[in-house]
């Protein structure tokens, strides 16, 4: 059974930083290509940043420069820091993976940036 659990949201005044954490259960996590997604209230969930199994990554132009993918194998997690949050940052924080054909999804993470 697939099992993506992030943890690390939280209210943070804007220009602070935060670190999201995903765990992965049921998975190959080596092989996967895993990402994080977003979705404020009243908008579309968006892709974030992307990392694949080789540890190539890559970001939204909203977030690059300020976010960082990355992931550990050996704890089966991939990682999102978060530094210089704006207010436009708030959102639920998603952590996505695709395997045997399917999407799985997190539950999510709520990140709150304050001006």
């Known amino acids: 059974q697939v099992q993506l659990v992030e943890s690390g949201g939280g209210l943070v005044q804007a220009g602070g930083s935060l670190r999201l954490s995903c765990a992965a259960s049921?998975?190959?996590?080596?092989?996967?290509?895993m990402a994080w997604y977003r979705q404020a209230p009243g908008k579309q969930r968006e892709l974030v940043a992307t990392?694949?199994?080789?540890?190539?990554?890559d970001y939204a132009d909203s977030v690059k420069g300020r976010f960082t993918i990355s992931r550990d194998n050996a704890k089966n997690m991939v990682d999102l820091q978060m530094n210089t949050l704006k207010p436009e940052d708030t959102a639920v924080y998603y952590c996505?993976?695709?395997?045997?054909?399917?999407?799985?999804w997190g539950k999510g993470t709520l990140v709150t940036v304050s001006s």
């Open positions: 996505r993976t695709a395997y045997s054909g399917r999407l799985y």
């Open positions: 049921g998975i190959i996590f080596s092989r996967q290509s």
């Open positions: 990392i694949t199994s080789g540890g190539s990554t």
